[in-house]
C-alpha cells in the first residue's frame, strides 16, 4: 500500500480549514513531463490528496506541452484558480514551508480576500500593464512564504494584470542562474534583473516598485496618493475614514476625539491584515460617533512603548482623553463593535 504524503492528523486540520475558509471553488491544474520525476510524483500525490478533501478544490493534470514551456513552465508546474482568472502559479513541488504557504494560496484564491492594505488595493486598481511577479524559494526557508504569499495576494487583488510565479530556487536551475539567486526569497519584476530584491518586502514600497512597471504614468499615480496619505493625517472633524496618526499627532488627537479606537498595527503582521479592513469599514458606518485611528508601530516606536503595547494587533480605546479599554488580537466586526459601544454615552 502506498504511504500517503498527508497524514491523519494533518488530513484532519485540512478539512476544517477548507470547511471554513474555502468559498469558490478553485481549480487545480498539474503540469507534467519527464523531468524531476521525484518532485513530479510527490505533487502528483499530494494535490491528489488535497482535493479529496474538499469538494470545492477540482484536479486536472496536463503534460507540458510547447504552449506550456513557452510560458516558462516546468515539471512540476501547478495553475491556481486560472478558470477564476487569477494567474497564480508555481514551478516546482510544494513541499516544506511552501506547503503552508500552498494551502493559504488556496484560501486566498477561494475567498478573494487578500488582506492587503486599502491604499494597495487602491494603487492596483490604476495598472494599465501586465507584470510578472517572480519569487525565488526553498522548502527549508521559513521567510520564504510571506514572499510568496504577497505575489499572489497582489495577483489575486489584480486579476488578469499580475502574474504571480513562486519558484523552487533548487528544481528551476537555469532560472535561478539566470537571476543569480543567492539568498532567499528573493523578488524579480518583469524578469528585470534591476528589480531584484531579497527579504520580504514592506507592502507599500514593493507595490509602489511594481507600479514602475506596470501603469503608464506611475509618477502621476504614487503623487496622487501622497496627497490622500497627508489628507488621512489631518484631525478632520467626523472622518469617515481612519485618521493616520503618528507619535507627534497622538495626543492631539487623544484629546480632540471624545471616543477613539487606535488601532496599533505593522506591515509584516498577518493578523494586522484582518483587522485592517475591519477598521476602514467600521471608521465609515460609525462616522460621527466613534473616531478610528491607525497607528504603524514600526514607524512610530514611542507611543507603543509608553502603552506598553508588546503584541500587535491591538486596539486601545479612549474615552474623553483617558484610556478606557485594551483590546488584545483578531476578534469579529460585530464583536468588536460591541465593545466600542460599551463606552457610548
Same mark, same amino acid.
Given at each position: 500500500m502506498e504511504t500517503r504524503?498527508?497524514?491523519?492528523?494533518?488530513?484532519?486540520?485540512?478539512?476544517?480549514?477548507?470547511?471554513?475558509?474555502?468559498?469558490?471553488?478553485?481549480?487545480?491544474?498539474?503540469?507534467?513531463?519527464?523531468?524531476?520525476?521525484?518532485?513530479? !510524483?510527490?505533487?502528483?500525490?499530494?494535490?491528489?490528496?488535497?482535493?479529496?478533501?474538499?469538494?470545492?478544490?477540482?484536479?486536472?493534470?496536463?503534460?507540458?506541452?510547447?504552449?506550456?514551456?513557452?510560458?516558462?513552465?516546468?515539471?512540476?508546474?501547478?495553475?491556481?484558480?486560472?478558470?477564476?482568472?487569477?494567474?497564480?502559479?508555481?514551478?516546482?513541488a510544494p513541499s516544506g514551508h511552501?506547503?503552508?504557504?500552498?494551502?493559504?494560496?488556496?484560501?486566498?484564491?477561494?475567498?478573494?480576500?487578500?488582506?492587503?492594505?486599502?491604499?494597495?488595493?487602491?494603487?492596483?486598481?490604476?495598472?494599465?500593464?501586465?507584470?510578472?511577479?517572480?519569487?525565488?524559494?526553498?522548502?527549508?526557508?521559513?521567510?520564504?512564504?510571506?514572499?510568496?504569499?504577497?505575489?499572489?495576494?497582489?495577483?489575486?487583488?489584480?486579476?488578469?494584470?499580475?502574474?504571480?510565479?513562486?519558484?523552487?530556487?533548487?528544481?528551476?536551475?537555469?532560472?535561478?542562474?539566470?537571476?543569480?539567486?543567492?539568498?532567499?526569497?528573493?523578488?524579480?519584476?518583469? /524578469?528585470?534583473?534591476?528589480?531584484?530584491?531579497?527579504?520580504?518586502?514592506?507592502?507599500?514600497?514593493?507595490?509602489?516598485?511594481?507600479?514602475?512597471?506596470?501603469?503608464?504614468?506611475?509618477?502621476?499615480?504614487?503623487? /496622487?496618493?501622497?496627497?490622500?496619505?497627508?489628507?488621512? !493625517?489631518?484631525?478632520?472633524?467626523?472622518?469617515?475614514?481612519?485618521?493616520?496618526?503618528?507619535?507627534?499627532?497622538?495626543?492631539?488627537?487623544?484629546?480632540?476625539?471624545?471616543?477613539?479606537?487606535?488601532?496599533?498595527?505593522?506591515?509584516?503582521?498577518?493578523?494586522?491584515?484582518?483587522?485592517?479592513?475591519?477598521?476602514?469599514?467600521?471608521?465609515?458606518?460609525?462616522?460621527?460617533?466613534?473616531?478610528?485611528?491607525?497607528?504603524?508601530?514600526?514607524?512610530?516606536?514611542?507611543?507603543?512603548?509608553?502603552?506598553?503595547?508588546?503584541?500587535?494587533?491591538?486596539?486601545?480605546?479612549?474615552?474623553?482623553?483617558?484610556?478606557?479599554?485594551?483590546?488584545?488580537?483578531?476578534?469579529?466586526?460585530?464583536?468588536?463593535?460591541?465593545?466600542? /459601544?460599551?463606552?457610548?454615552?
Open positions: 504524503v498527508i497524514d491523519e492528523s494533518t488530513e484532519k486540520t485540512l478539512r476544517e480549514i477548507f470547511a471554513q475558509r474555502l468559498a469558490a471553488p478553485v481549480d487545480l491544474t498539474l503540469y507534467t513531463g519527464q523531468e524531476n520525476e521525484d518532485a513530479t !510524483e510527490f505533487t502528483r500525490r499530494f494535490l491528489r490528496e488535497l482535493s479529496d478533501l474538499s469538494d470545492k478544490l477540482t484536479l486536472e493534470e496536463r503534460s507540458l506541452d510547447g504552449d506550456a514551456r513557452q510560458r516558462g513552465l516546468v515539471s512540476p508546474s501547478i495553475e491556481i484558480g486560472r478558470k477564476r482568472g487569477y494567474r497564480v502559479e508555481m514551478l516546482g511552501e506547503a503552508g504557504a500552498f494551502i493559504e494560496t488556496l484560501a486566498i484564491v477561494s475567498s478573494g480576500d487578500t488582506g492587503l492594505s486599502g491604499d494597495t488595493r487602491r494603487k492596483l486598481e490604476h495598472l494599465d500593464k501586465e507584470v510578472l511577479l517572480y519569487s525565488f524559494v526553498t522548502p527549508s526557508c521559513p521567510h520564504c512564504p510571506g514572499s510568496v504569499l504577497q505575489n499572489h495576494r497582489i495577483a489575486v487583488a489584480a486579476p488578469g494584470k499580475v502574474r504571480s510565479v513562486a519558484v523552487s530556487a533548487a528544481e528551476n536551475m537555469e532560472l535561478s542562474r539566470r537571476f543569480q539567486v543567492q539568498s532567499v526569497p528573493q523578488q524579480v519584476i518583469n /524578469e528585470d534583473p534591476g528589480s531584484i530584491s531579497v527579504g520580504i518586502q514592506p507592502e507599500s514600497r514593493y507595490v509602489d516598485q511594481i507600479l514602475g512597471y506596470s501603469v503608464s504614468d506611475p509618477a502621476a499615480v504614487l503623487a /496622487e496618493f501622497r496627497a490622500t496619505a497627508a489628507k488621512r !493625517e489631518q484631525l478632520v472633524d467626523a472622518p469617515d475614514h481612519p485618521v493616520t496618526l503618528t507619535d507627534a499627532s497622538f495626543d492631539q488627537a487623544v484629546q480632540k476625539y471624545p471616543l477613539l479606537v487606535v488601532d496599533f498595527w505593522a506591515e509584516w503582521c498577518g493578523p494586522c491584515r484582518v483587522i485592517g479592513p475591519i477598521i476602514e469599514q467600521l471608521a465609515g458606518e460609525q462616522q460621527g460617533r466613534i473616531v478610528f485611528g491607525k497607528l504603524d508601530t514600526e514607524a512610530n516606536p514611542e507611543t507603543p512603548a509608553r502603552f506598553d503595547i508588546h503584541s500587535i494587533p491591538t486596539m486601545l480605546v479612549f474615552k474623553n482623553g483617558q484610556l478606557a479599554d485594551r483590546l488584545v488580537g483578531v476578534q469579529p466586526k460585530d464583536a468588536l463593535l460591541a465593545e466600542f /459601544e460599551k463606552h457610548m454615552d
